[in-house]
Every structure is written in structure tokens, then in C-alpha cells.
């Protein structure tokens, strides 16, 4: 299994602002996604975090919002911009490995915008 | 329709009891079914992973999956505070990739 260690665990922002998430993986994947899981609910897709190309945004999601960096195949980012008070939500990276069946998560990042 | 439906619950039992949790799916696609338990202020953890159908134990642990029924459970035998927690039912196709997630259900052992 996959070690994943995710950063700023936590964050109080200003609107208006931005934060930028890292995830770390302690080897390399396939595959990495950001999750939003808001209060009382499941886990959202954001976006796919390709090694080498643009992310792929679901439904809902646009890379002016919410940018994201996979320079190599242990590393990401998702950067939340220009926060607003309805961004305030728990953001996850996870991993998928090529052939594997189940994803790995990190510990989240708990954003408050204020 | 939701891909995949779950009851967020709560689910309050008393410690020593056995607890059934459900999730009914509507993609006949999917063939990877997962069991995630995530506790306050953490990420989800992997709890159990079945192939296809049929029955996966693990301790107290007991995994279902019935395909024709598009219906999976998790069954936690002699339940502890420490179980305590939300837990996500998730699936995914043949690829493996993408995995959809319930809403999960949020479940408390009184001791």
C-alpha cells in the first residue's frame, strides 16, 4: 500500500485568497486524484492529476479554480483560488496504481474560508 | 438516480452487536467493490476489497457482494466503540480506475 502524506492538514483562509495543497507518495503511481468531500457528504471528484499533461476536470470543476501540478509520478498539487466561504470543505489526494483495484488516501486538508 | 446509493445513517448500536451496512449500485459495469472507514478528521482507509460476487472475511469483518442484485453489505460482528466511524461503500469497473463512492454512513457503538 501506499504511504501519502498531504499538507496543510489544515488552513483558515481569507476570501478572496489562495491555498495550494501538496500530496506526497512515497512511491510512484499511476494515477493521483483530488477529492472534495464537504460536510456530511461523500467524496466529490475533482479532477485526475496527469504525469506530464494537463489535469482532467470532472463536471462541475474548471482548472481556473482549481489548478493543479503533477511534475512527477510521487508528487501533486491542487491550488484553491479566489476562495470563497462555499469552498470551505475537506480535500483529499488519493493513488491508484496501474492493475490495482483500490485507492489509497491521505490524511485530507480541513480549508475554512472565512 | 445516484450511481451508487447509500444510507448516510446514523447508525447508533449498542457495543456487542452486529451491524449491517448496505449499498445498492445501478452501473452492472462495476466488478471492484471496496469498504472504506474513515474516522473524524481523517482520510478514508481501505477496510475491505471484493472481486465480483460473493463473501470476503476479515475478523469481524464480513464483505457481500450479490451482482444480481446490485447489492453489496459489510457486516461487523460483536461491534466495539472503536468502530465507531463513517464507512464508505465504493466501486469501480474492469479499468479499475475512477472509483464512485456512497455517501457513507455515519455509524456509532455505544458502550
Known amino acids: 500500500s501506499a504511504v501519502i502524506s498531504q499538507k ?27 477529492y472534495r468531500q464537504q460536510p456530511g457528504q461523500s467524496l466529490t471528484l475533482i479532477a485526475t492529476a ?16 482549481f489548478p493543479i501540478s503533477r511534475p512527477n509520478l510521487t508528487f501533486s498539487t491542487l491550488t484553491v483560488s479566489n476562495m470563497s466561504p462555499e469552498d470551505s470543505s475537506i480535500y483529499l489526494c ?10 489509497f488516501f491521505g490524511q485530507g486538508t480541513r480549508l475554512t474560508v472565512v | 438516480q445516484k450511481e451508487v446509493e447509500q444510507d448516510p445513517g446514523p447508525l447508533s448500536v449498542p457495543e456487542g452487536a ?4 448496505n ?16 474516522y473524524s478528521r481523517k482520510g478514508p482507509e481501505l477496510l475491505m ?9 476479515d475478523g469481524r469483518f464480513t464483505a457481500q457482494v450479490d451482482k444480481s442484485s446490485k447489492y453489496i453489505s459489510l457486516f ?32 456509532f457503538v455505544k458502550a
Not at chain 1, 8 to 34: A, N
Open chain 1, 8 to 34: 496543510p492538514s489544515r488552513d483558515i483562509c481569507q476570501r478572496g485568497t489562495s491555498l495550494t495543497i501538496q500530496c506526497q507518495v512515497d512511491s510512484q503511481v499511476t494515477m493521483m486524484f483530488w
Open chain 1, 50 to 65: 496527469n504525469q506530464g499533461s494537463e489535469a482532467t476536470y470532472e463536471s462541475g470543476f474548471v482548472i481556473d479554480k
Open chain 1, 94 to 103: 488519493s493513488v491508484e496504481d496501474q492493475g490495482a483495484t483500490e485507492a
Open chain 2, 18 to 21: 452486529i451491524v449491517s451496512l
Open chain 2, 23 to 38: 449499498c445498492t449500485y445501478s452501473n452492472s459495469a462495476f466488478q471492484y467493490f471496496m469498504w472504506y472507514r474513515q
Open chain 2, 49 to 57: 476489497y471484493t472481486y465480483s460476487s460473493g463473501n470476503k472475511e
Open chain 2, 76 to 107: 461487523i460482528r460483536d461491534s466495539q466503540p472503536s468502530d465507531s466511524a463513517t464507512y464508505l461503500c465504493a466501486m469501480s469497473d474492469t479499468g479499475g480506475f475512477k472509483t464512485i463512492f456512497g455517501a457513507g454512513t455515519r455509524l
